[in-house]
């Protein structure tokens, strides 16, 4: 038996070292934006590059959730060498465990916390948890979104705005809103309506008041989407082409660096390598 694990782990690795090679998607084929560079994470490493991405300038900070094990992280990844730096493999706090919390989502770094949001099994009572940035460590704070925020129980997403000090959340199909929730106390405030409706969203990020939106949507293109929260207009900024046809889009983060790339998206190919896309703007 034990042999029998070594040889298995040995032809997955190889599976997913060859899905990574072979990789070659990703270009834009909308506007001017170009395809950067892609950054390429597999067996431990790939498990954290499955969900959500944000930033704080120094590090990238990216959730992975894999229902089928159980597993649920967040990592904090260097921007400049791409090195993984941190993770923390059992993420899911305990207490919300306990509520059949099972699938930590897309991300959002503002004030030295990472805000996560986070899925019950049945995907009834969607909610917020809030992780400390420097240790990766659950800070004891969330907050359970009820059905009049989240309608049918999803919440692949959340997006701090750093001005306003405000947190947005939004459903993954069909959601033509966001809502706005206080970042410090995660309370409701309002509902915003978009000029157009979504289909899976995977993340989300603001950067100067406007929201970008990764979205899942096609099997051959993904797409990443503006909106603009106070006006409700809508546009298409990235059109990717997928590697695979088991690629999936997955979250966003902004942020200008010296190589000229400013959206800096997660694919996962194959459910096996992550991948972070980074594109001009």
Avoid at 155 to 162: E, F, I, P, T, Y
Avoid at 256 to 276: C, L, N, S
């Amino acid at each position: 038996m034990a042999l029998f694990r070594r040889v298995a782990a040995f032809f997955v690795s190889i599976m997913l070292l060859f899905a990574g090679a072979v990789d070659n998607g990703g270009e834009n084929s909308l506007g001017e934006a170009k395809l950067i560079s892609s950054d390429r994470y597999v067996l431990c490493d790939g498990d954290f590059l499955t969900q959500g991405i944000t930033n704080d300038g120094e590090y990238f900070y990216c959730t992975g959730a894999r229902t089928y094990t159980g597993f649920n992280g967040i990592a904090k990844i260097s921007v400049k060498t791409g090195e993984v730096i941190m993770e923390n493999r059992d993420a899911m706090p305990s207490e919300m465990k306990k509520q059949l919390f099972n699938h930590l989502g897309g991300c959002s770094w503002y004030g030295g916390k990472i805000y996560v949001a986070v899925e019950d099994l049945f995907r009834k009572h969607p909610a917020v948890a809030v992780f400390d940035a420097e240790t990766l460590e659950f800070t004891g704070q969330y907050k359970v979104l009820g059905e009049e925020i989240q309608p049918d129980g999803n919440l692949s997403w959340c997006a701090a705005d750093k001005e306003k000090g405000v947190l947005y959340t939004g459903i993954s199909r069909g959601g033509d809103f966001v809502n706005v929730l206080d970042i410090e106390t995660l309370e409701f405030i309002e509902r915003k309506s978009l000029e157009t409706s979504f289909h899976r969203v995977q993340g989300a990020e603001v950067y100067d008041g406007i929201l970008y939106i990764s979205c899942n949507d096609t099997t051959g293109k993904k797409h990443v989407y503006s909106a603009d929260p106070e006006t409700g207009k809508v546009e298409t900024v990235l059109e990717r082409s997928a590697a695979t046809i088991s690629t999936e889009a997955e979250g966003i983060t902004i942020l200008p660096t010296e190589d000229g790339a400013f959206f800096h998206v997660v694919d996962v190919v194959g459910m096996t390598v992550g991948i972070i896309r980074h594109y001009s703007r």
